[in-house]
């Protein structure tokens, strides 16, 4: 049996944010024409697709191999060797997890993150949310620029003038209203990224041994000696903050709406998401290996300082190309453009995709509603 109930609720507003938001998908490797829902045939038609839809998923993990993260990383690989890598592991459901949340999210409504969050929890949640993420920013770009002036020291430039430059550069990229712009400029630091890969290679760490720490869950024997266990659960609670970030639901949500990404498209985004988890994944691997690799056997084995004395160690045990390398991927602002707009790439328009939605009229409109209500 059943019945049918009518009220009146209030008309909401359209999910999509202005005109600018409806169109093609103008990715930085290919073109999506607005209104396409021809079937991809083929491997190569599927190729490009996933060319045009490629940026949210993987600019939102790489972006988060920051220098936190950088020292993060090395500091468990010269302390610890790579006896905590399954950290990782662990890891890498719990991103695909909450991204792909938010791609859906973004997606399917058409808003972004934080209205969410007004809409279903009220203004007090929806305020701490942007307020919280605006202050924890503000304070991670200050690391950013930190990590920034440290590199650019070491590589002998002047460091008001990198930082500057490196400012200048990052709010250019950001600020131009050009989205494919940002995300060519993006998807570039991320090639930048690669610059481990010489590294990785020229220190030789036993890749079987990291294997097996990857897959095998462990603590290192020194944790159980002088007292040293609260200073590992320090460590792993560390990498846990530095690879899973609340600004990372903000940023790919927002993405995924000013790239206007429709839910057809949502196979692709998936895709996406799992090439960035695992970039960020063997980014965070290589440097543990590369720190354990390089102390192996040495005195300094066991007594972080900071990236930068893991650049020192580097070049004395493995040459000064690879400190090189490695110093020129630390002073990239690989995920300072990111960062810097974490709210939302650079938009089409001047409505921001988190915070507001565009209503076309002043007091929401009633409608009447059916309800079938099965007994």
């Not at 409504?109 to 942007?130: D, M, N, Q, T, Y």
């Not at 990052?170 to 481990?196: D, H, K, P």
């Not at 994944?281 to 102390?295: P, R, Y």
Request: with cysteine.
């Amino acid at each position: 049996m059943s019945s049918v109930t009518e009220f009146a609720m209030p008309e909401r507003c359209s999910a999509v944010l202005d005109e600018a938001h409806i169109g093609h998908i103008n990715g930085a490797l290919g073109t999506i024409r607005h209104g396409d829902i021809a079937p991809r045939i083929g491997w190569i038609a599927k190729l490009k697709t996933l060319l045009a839809i490629l940026g949210p998923g993987l600019i939102v993990m790489v972006g988060d191999n920051d220098a936190g993260a950088f020292g993060t990383y090395t500091q468990a690989g010269q302390d610890y060797g790579t006896t905590l890598l399954w950290t990782l592991a662990l890891l890498i459901p719990v991103l695909y997890v909450n991204q792909e949340m938010v791609l859906r999210l973004g997606a399917v409504s058409g808003v972004g993150h934080a209205r969410l969050i007004l809409e279903r929890f009220g203004k007090f949640w929806g305020a701490f949310s942007v307020i919280d993420l605006f202050l924890l920013n503000a304070l991670t770009i200050v690391t950013e620029f930190i990590g920034i002036s440290l590199a650019l020291g070491y590589l002998g430039v002047s460091k008001p003038l990198g930082v500057v430059v490196a400012a200048v550069l990052i709010m250019a990229a950001a600020g131009t209203g050009n989205f494919r712009r940002f995300e060519r400029f993006s998807l570039f630091l991320v090639v930048g990224s690669l610059l481990l890969v010489p590294v990785f290679l020229m220190v030789h760490p036993p890749v079987g041994r990291m294997l097996g720490d990857f897959l095998v869950p462990r603590l290192p024997q020194e944790s159980f000696h002088g007292g040293r266990l609260s200073e590992v659960m320090l460590l792993i609670i560390a990498i846990v903050g530095t690879t899973v970030a609340p600004w990372q639901l903000f940023f790919q949500q927002s993405y995924v709406i000013d790239k206007r990404i429709p839910p057809r498209f949502i196979p692709y985004e998936r895709a996406d998401l799992w090439i960035g988890i695992v970039f960020v994944t063997v980014g965070a691997m290589a440097l543990m290996a590369i720190a354990a690799a390089t102390f192996a056997g040495h005195p300094e084995f066991g007594a972080f300082s900071d990236a930068g004395g893991v650049a020192v160690g580097l070049e004395r045990y493995a040459g000064k190309f690879p400190r090189c390398c490695l110093r020129w991927r630390f002073s990239m602002p690989a995920s300072s453009a990111p960062r810097l707009c974490r709210c939302r790439p650079p938009t089409r328009s001047a409505t921001c995709s988190i915070c507001a939605i565009r209503c076309t009229a002043s007091r929401p409109k009633q409608r009447r509603s059916t309800v079938f209500i099965a007994a």
